[in-house]
């Protein structure tokens, strides 16, 4: 007996707002699977957080269909807010409170009994590692501090999908991956995310598939290998252990660049398997032999500024 797929996290069809004149989503189209994580990507105001407030029920779309967890977001958004957490940009964090009562605050909002929303409470210290903190008050946290009680406020729930918007910002290095640890181990745990973040290199560590917006439009979906592939600018270097192999490749390969110093070609490439079993064919039947071989690619920061013609900052900086 075949068992029914279950159907997919997110689902939009045809999302429209617009803001007075100023349209912000201009009928962009949503498929997120369950159990994976999902980046959104765009430029300063390219509807990323409006996306974001929509799909969680913070904002009614102007036009569009929705589903969240299997439930339809205009016929059921009750039966949607109870299978989501929501992780702003701006923390939730009661800063008078102690971490444990700010957890606890969560559980008595969700309608757990007192001891099992103290079990939760206590769970979810352990989990992100604040339980010598838990009697402290929030005020006192440093910023990684504040960001995991936040998504561990989010978690008391148990919910089926997070959205995370740019959960990560202002983090110093350290702090940033442990979150991306927290974000796998959750992940491995079946919950699906909806990342929205200002690190490009973020997106490509943890997302399962990136959407890129821009104009109001999703301009690019794929892995972030797949919209890799897509910019012009990658290539394969070739090394070369002496002059003779280094002459005879010359002669067999288009190189867009030589080093004869060094002893090196550039190829045009775009990294997929079939231009590299190509390329060591042709290498292969000439018996060209080659020292060393490494693979460039374009990163996520040449993606987005080929899609959107929005130059990046320091290969940080897009919201």
Do not use: C
């Not at 929030?138 to 504040?146: D, K």
């Not at 919209?227 to 600018?233: A, D, F, I, S």
């Amino acid at each position: 007996m075949t068992t029914p797929s279950r159907p997919p996290a997110i689902t939009a069809t045809g999302l429209r707002k617009s803001f007075g004149d100023h349209v912000v989503l201009d009928g962009i189209d949503l498929h997120v699977q369950r159990g994976t994580v999902f980046s959104l990507l765009g430029a300063n105001g390219a509807g990323k957080t409006t996306a974001v407030k929509i799909l969680s029920t913070l904002l009614t779309a102007d036009s569009g269909t929705v589903t969240v967890a299997g439930h339809d977001l205009a016929a059921d958004p009750d039966a949607v807010r109870a299978a989501i957490g929501v992780t702003g940009q701006f923390s939730a964090v009661d800063n008078l409170f102690t971490g444990r009562e700010n957890l606890i605050l969560m559980a008595d909002l969700h309608h757990l009994d007192r001891a099992e929303g103290r079990r939760r409470a206590d769970e979810l210290l352990d989990q992100f590692d604040l339980t010598e903190a838990a009697g402290k008050t929030a005020a006192t946290y440093s910023g990684g501090m504040r960001r995991r009680l936040d998504l561990a406020m989010t978690l008391v729930g148990d919910p089926e999908v997070i959205f995370l918007d740019e959960p990560t910002t202002g983090l110093d290095p350290r702090a940033r991956l442990r979150m991306w640890d927290i974000v796998r181990g959750l992940v491995a745990r079946g919950v699906t995310i909806f990342l929205t973040t200002q690190y490009l290199d973020e997106a490509d560590e943890l997302a399962d598939r990136v959407a890129v917006l821009n104009g109001g439009r999703v301009v690019a979906e794929g892995t972030a290998e797949e919209l890799k592939r897509r910019v012009p600018g990658g290539h394969v270097e070739l090394r070369f252990a002496d002059g003779r192999e280094f002459d005879a490749a010359t002669r067999v390969l288009a190189a867009e660049s030589r080093d004869d110093d060094a002893l090196t070609l550039r190829i045009p490439s775009d990294g997929g398997v079939h231009a590299l079993r190509t390329l060591l064919t042709r290498l292969g039947d000439e018996r060209v032999t080659v020292d060393a071989l490494t693979l460039h690619t374009p990163d996520l920061d040449d993606v987005f500024l080929a899609l959107t013609g929005n130059p990046t900052n320091e290969k940080a900086a897009i919201r």
